[in-house]
């Protein structure tokens, strides 16, 4: 189970740090991802992290922006989102699973929260 978190208002320029804690299972097995969905849009890829935190990837919209972390202790991984911009504004989903090509596609996992708004005002 999956539960992200942190999720707000925020004008363009600012930051927020999302959270997705996981449950139910050996986290520190899986590849996390981040993808958000805008009204009307297909969700689309954000970032992901292997399982030992050593190699990330990010869609070239968010790179240098944003920054995905994971702490396997606390089955928790973070997503840290600076110089928001408007377009950033969607539902952002976080995602699990244990075999992956790419990370890229939403079709590679298993597992997904349940999402949390962010709303970037001009």
């Known amino acids: 189970q999956l539960q992200a978190s942190g999720g707000g208002l925020v004008q363009a320029g600012g930051s927020l740090r999302l959270s997705c804690a996981a449950s139910g299972g050996t986290f520190s097995s899986y590849v996390m991802g981040w993808f958000r969905q805008a009204p009307g849009k297909e969700r689309d890829f954000v970032t992901r992290?292997?399982?030992?935190?050593?190699?990330?990837y990010y869609a070239d919209s968010v790179k240098d922006r944003f920054t995905i972390s994971r702490d396997n202790a606390k089955n928790t991984v973070y997503l840290q989102m600076n110089s928001l911009k408007p377009e950033d504004t969607a539902v952002y989903y976080c995602?699990?699973?244990?075999?992956?090509?790419?990370?890229?596609?939403?079709?590679?996992?298993?597992?997904w929260g349940q999402g949390t708004l962010v709303t970037v005002s001009s």
């Open positions: 992290i292997t399982w030992s935190g050593n190699s990330m």
């Open positions: 995602a699990a699973t244990r075999a992956v090509v790419t990370g890229t596609h939403k079709d590679e996992y298993d597992y």
